[in-house]
T-cell receptor, first 112, second 111 residues
Framework: KAGVTQTPRYLIKTRGQQVTLSCSPI?????VSWYQQTPGQGLQFLFE???????NKGNFPGRFSGRQFSNSRSEMNVSTLELGDSALYLC???????????FGPGTRLTVL | GENVEQHPSTLSVQEGDSAVIKCTYSDSASNYFPWYKQELGKGPQLIID?????GEKKDQRIAVTLNKTAKHFSLHITETQPEDSAVYFC??????????FGKGTKLSVKP
């Protein structure tokens, strides 16, 4: 089976812009979770989607949002980017979620 | 809030030696404990996991032990090899089953 794929792999944006990241889960997996990884804060949970519904949400501002499509593919959006949003954004999929999760390679976002 | 503490933050061993990484969790309801290995430029890779109804699990050179009473679990890597060098993360479920991660351990295996 193909693994979790994320696009794009790298992004450079400026403050105030918005960005959309995409994640395709492993075939048959219905749960998709998103994480932010930074050197200082480590891996932090953003939100989890299951069957197109947000099931859980972490402690991030409303500028961070997401959605899931009927084919389980997911997108996350960050509006009004801040310098502190620079991070590696990881997507993880799970058959039923959210425990046994398999991560994608991540999208490296740099905000200038 | 819920928390997972991981020690040590860095670990250096000689090839062939064993490596042990320890984690402590705070939520007594946690019931699933995975370990991930992250190499430079890659996403975390699930290497082994354990559920709360099991005390120990082994997979070749890797083993995980769980002490529910003390709320801690450990990763043991035997006969380490240079390709084991990476950052290792422990995690535990909390709340509705989402994962909270430790801060990571950078393991260096010297040939």
């Amino acid at each position: 089976k193909a693994g979790v794929t994320q696009t794009p792999r790298y992004l450079i944006k400026t403050r105030g812009q918005q960005v959309t990241l995409s994640c395709s889960p492993i075939s048959g997996h219905r749960s998709v979770s998103w994480y932010q990884q930074t050197p200082g804060q480590g891996l932090q949970f953003l939100f989890e989607y299951f069957s197109e519904t947000q099931r859980n949400k972490g402690n991030f501002p409303g500028r961070f949002s997401g959605r899931q499509f009927s084919n389980s593919r997911s997108e996350m959006n960050v509006s009004t980017l801040e310098l502190g949003d620079s991070a590696l954004y990881l997507c993880a999929s799970s058959p039923r979620g959210p425990d046994t999760q398999y991560f994608g390679p991540g999208t490296r976002l740099t905000v200038l | 809030g819920e928390n997972v503490e991981q020690h040590p933050s860095t670990l250096s061993v000689q090839e062939g030696d064993s490596a042990v990484i320890k984690c402590t969790y705070s939520d007594s309801a946690s019931n699933y404990f995975p370990w991930y290995k992250q190499e430079l430029g890659k996403g975390p890779q699930l290497i082994i996991d354990i559920r709360s109804n099991v005390g120990e699990k082994k997979d070749q050179r890797i083993a995980v032990t769980l002490n529910k009473t003390a709320k801690h679990f450990s990763l043991h890597i035997t006969e380490t090899q240079p390709e084991d060098s990476a950052v290792y993360f422990c995690a535990a479920t909390y709340g509705q089953g989402n994962l909270i991660f430790g801060k990571g351990t950078k393991l260096s295996v010297k040939p």
